[in-house]
C-alpha cells in the first residue's frame, strides 16, 4: 500500500567463508537463496551492512570506494553471465581493457597470446554483436587470461550458453585454478558446480553444507534439501 515502507529483507546471514589460494570453488544453491548477493559481497561490487571481507591480507570493505575499485583492478577479474563485454570494442581492445583501467597497458603479445588460447585469434577484430555466446564469453576468459588476476568471481557464467559451450568456460574455470588463479563461481547448475575442486551449499542466506567437487548428484540433492529453508529472499 502506498506510504508502508517495505520490510526489510536480509540476503545473507553469518556466512564464514575461506578460500584457498589456487583453489576453484562453486557457490550453489536455488534461484533467491543468496548466492550473486555473497559474490558481490565478497568481490566489493556491493558493501554487506555488517561483517568484514578480507581478500590477498586486504581488509577491502574498509576501503574507500576508489581504493576499492582500484584494488579490483589490481586484483581481480570477473565473468559474468552477460559476459559484460564494452559493445564498442572489439574483442581484442575488450581483452586489453583491464590494463588501461589501471593505466598499465598489457602487452600487445599478451592479449595476443590469450585470444590465441582461446581459440579467438580470428575474431580479434570483431565487435561483440559480432561474436556468438560462447565467443563472447571466450573473449571474457581471455580478458582474465591476459590480465592474470590473482581472483576471479563468475556469476553464472554458463548460464546462457548451450551444453558444449559452457563444458569449455567450464574447462578455462579449471584451467585457471590449475595455473594459480582463486576461482569462486556462483551457479544453480549441479553439473557445473561438480566442476570444483569443492562446492558450498547455500539456501536462505546461509551456508548450509560443503563438499567436495565431482558428483553432480550429490550436489543436486544438498540443494533440494534447503528448499525446506525458506531460500525466497
Not at 557457490?27 to 558481490?40: E, N
Not at 587470461?145 to 557464467?157: G, K, Y
Not at 550458453?161 to 578455462?172: I, K, S, T
Request: hydrophobic share 45%.
Amino acid at each position: 500500500m502506498p506510504g508502508r515502507r517495505r520490510a526489510a529483507v536480509t540476503a545473507v546471514d553469518d556466512v564464514a567463508l575461506h578460500l584457498q589460494a589456487g583453489s576453484f570453488t562453486a557457490l550453489v544453491g536455488a534461484s533467491g537463496c543468496g548466492k550473486s548477493t555473497l559474490l558481490q559481497c565478497i568481490a566489493g561490487l556491493d558493501r554487506p551492512t555488517s561483517g568484514t571481507v578480507r581478500l590477498l591480507g586486504t581488509h577491502t570493505t574498509a576501503l574507500r570506494p576508489r581504493d576499492a575499485a582500484r584494488f579490483r583492478a589490481d586484483h581481480v577479474g570477473f565473468i559474468f553471465q552477460d559476459d559484460n563485454l564494452v559493445s564498442a570494442l572489439s574483442a581484442r581492445d575488450n581483452v586489453a581493457l583491464p590494463g588501461r583501467l589501471r593505466r598499465r597497458p598489457l602487452p600487445r603479445t599478451a592479449v595476443d597470446a590469450a585470444l590465441e588460447r582461446l581459440g579467438l585469434t580470428g575474431q580479434a577484430r570483431h565487435l561483440p554483436h559480432e561474436l556468438s555466446g560462447g565467443e563472447r564469453q571466450r573473449v571474457a576468459i581471455a580478458r582474465v587470461l591476459a590480465s592474470r588476476p590473482a581472483l576471479v568471481f563468475a556469476d553464472e557464467p554458463t548460464a546462457a550458453l548451450d551444453v558444449a559451450a559452457g563444458a569449455e568456460v567450464l574447462d578455462w574455470l579449471v584451467e585457471l585454478s590449475a595455473m594459480g588463479t582463486t576461482v569462486l563461481m556462483v551457479t544453480h547448475d549441479a553439473s557445473a558446480a561438480a566442476r570444483a575442486d569443492e562446492v558450498l551449499v547455500m539456501g536462505a542466506g546461509r551456508l548450509m553444507s560443503e563438499m567436495p567437487g565431482g558428483d553432480a548428484d550429490a550436489v543436486a540433492r544438498a540443494v533440494l534439501l534447503t528448499r525446506g529453508a525458506g531460500e525466497a529472499r
